[in-house]
């Protein structure tokens, strides 16, 4: 197949399909709200639905208006570190 710089999406939210949708109409629904990373993405008019996080062009996306977008469920707590390490960038 030939490569396509501008493909569409088909949109799975909430049991509706939604066809032929570009990135800046992902791009509007994710700002919005409307689209979530776990939303069910495929490329053009596949069945092949996968998690709209896993498409990368779409995961900058999520990243762009999600601070939260990508880090890890499990919160570490903070290493100790001595003050001179702090100060200087040591340990991180």
Known sequence: PAFNSDPSYTALVEGSSYP?????????????????????????NSQ??????????VAELFSKYDPQFGASDEVE????????????????
């Open 20 to 44: 032929n949708l570009k990135l800046d109409s992902l791009e509007r629904w994710i700002r919005e709200g409307r689209l979530l990373a776990e939303d069910q993405l495929a490329l053009g």
């Open 48 to 57: 092949d639905f996968q998690a709209a996080s896993s498409f990368a062009e």
């Open 77 to 92: 707590p903070p290493k100790k570190r001595g003050f001179f390490a702090r100060l200087f960038g040591f340990g991180k």
